[in-house]
């Protein structure tokens, strides 16, 4: 049974680059323990949708809750939340390895105030093991960050989301960069976390195959919502063409077309 008061709550959200308007009146919920993709075109807005949403750039209107609050009071509760970028920028060569990183979520003191003690550090310790062991990323944690591939990558990120609790996933394009396999094995490991953590999952997603087989709620975006439900009706071809048709070509229509089967979903497709 989900909670009636939602996790996420965005109401006539709307942003102005410049003179662009990017993101034009968007509302939608989430509930506890889903799963929602954001599927739309190149330049349609999504990232800056997100960014929105967590507070990184100014909204020209609308408001946004986050477990109950508006997102610019959340305080200690914005722990609860992560967020992983399409994009981790980094120098290579900074000497950084896994554990360490992985470390950096941890944030135990800050919210108790007390210097750290033998007994944090052995419970700083053990959270750093169990998050990696989570993300079958053990075996890297003595490794540099700048030696992982993309998929191992986003593990240790994941591992980092998970060394505290938390309530809300907002990835973006997590997986760009990821090969086809670490892709699928990502998705598995977010529908085991989603189920053990009850997380509440936001992505950001060209994958529909993908989407359609793990998500529960799929928001089709260009500029607007055109299409928000489950997936066997968002991936309809109908609202494929409504999102997609301002900047698809004709052979990318017919090959979407091709590709849906009589449930809506895609086999094998990407955005």
């Not at 992560?82 to 979520?105: H, K, T």
Request: with cysteine; glycine share 6%.
């Amino acid at each position: 049974m989900y909670s009636q008061i939602p996790i996420l709550k965005v109401e006539n959200l709307t942003v102005t680059l410049g003179n662009h308007l990017a993101v034009c009146d968007v509302s939608f919920t989430l509930q506890a323990g889903t799963n929602t993709a954001i599927v739309g075109p190149n330049g349609a807005g999504k990232s800056t949708l997100v960014q929105a949403i967590l507070n990184l750039i100014r909204r020209s209107d609308g408001k946004v809750e986050i477990f109950g609050r508006p997102i610019e009071r959340l305080k200690s509760l914005r722990q609860q939340l992560a967020y992983m970028p399409q994009n981790f920028i980094f120098d290579r060569s900074f000497p950084i390895c896994v554990r360490e990183l992985v470390g950096m979520g941890w944030v135990k003191a800050c919210q108790t105030g007390f210097f750290p003690n033998r007994q944090y550090r052995q419970e700083k310790q053990a959270a750093i093991t169990q998050a990696l062991r989570r993300v079958s990323a053990y075996h890297l944690q003595n490794r540099a960050i700048g030696t992982l591939s993309g998929g191992e990558l986003k593990r240790v990120l994941l591992a980092y989301c998970l060394v505290i609790p938390r309530q809300l996933l907002i990835l973006d394009e997590a997986f760009a960069g990821v090969d086809v396999q670490g892709a699928a094995d990502f998705y598995q490991l977010l529908d085991v976390l989603k189920q053990e953590e009850n997380w509440t999952i936001l992505q950001v997603s060209h994958d529909l195959d993908m989407v359609s087989r793990h998500c529960d709620r799929v928001i089709c975006f260009n500029q607007t919502v055109t299409c928000y439900d489950t997936p066997n009706t968002a991936l309809l071809p109908q609202n494929l063409l409504a999102t997609y048709n301002p900047t698809a070509s004709q052979a990318w229509l017919q090959n979407s077309l091709h590709n849906l089967n009589g449930k809506g979903h895609l086999h094998d497709f990407k955005l």
